[in-house]
């Protein structure tokens, strides 16, 4: 009888897991990572911060989105390898972030709550998306010959 290795052992597996850990212990990495999930700590306390709180439907929203984008985004960095994916859960965050003061039940649609929510919903998305394209890199012209991606 034979025995066949599990995945874990198979050489793509392992040049995968190895180049998302260099995406991720870069200072670029690190910094999108902090500042995701600053944003999502922010989102969760804008109401407060901001002074919209009285509109209690967004005020929740945001504290829901801003908790599950923290979440989201701060498992990322210990293990990229396997979360990779969820930083388009955030980008999806974002956006619904952006949208969220027109889609609430209820007038809640102020101008403080509107630039609050699209500024820290577009700055989610954008950094949802960063975190989704760390690993693709530049390619180089002997990289591009191969059409395997270069870490900057």
Not at 40 to 64: D, K, M, Q, R
Request: glycine share 10%; charged share 10%; hydrophobic share 50%.
């Amino acid at each position: 009888m034979t025995t066949h290795p599990t995945i874990e052992h198979h050489p793509d597996v392992a040049e995968m897991r190895a180049r998302f850990e260099r995406a991720t212990s870069t200072p670029r990495g690190q910094a999108i990572e902090a500042l995701a999930f600053l944003t999502g700590v922010y989102l969760a306390a804008s109401p407060w911060i901001a002074g919209f709180s009285g509109l209690t439907a967004l005020a929740v929203c945001n504290l829901i989105l801003g908790l599950a984008y923290a979440l989201c985004v701060s498992g990322l960095g210990s293990a990229y390898e396997r979360t990779h994916a969820m930083a388009w859960c955030a980008v999806a965050i974002g956006a619904f972030t952006i949208l969220s003061p027109w889609l609430v039940a209820g007038n809640v649609d102020t101008t403080r709550s509107v630039w609050n929510n699209v500024v820290v919903g577009l700055l989610a998305l954008l950094l949802g998306a960063a975190m989704a394209l760390l690993t693709r890199g530049r390619r180089t012209g002997a990289t591009r010959a191969r059409g395997k991606t270069s870490l900057p």
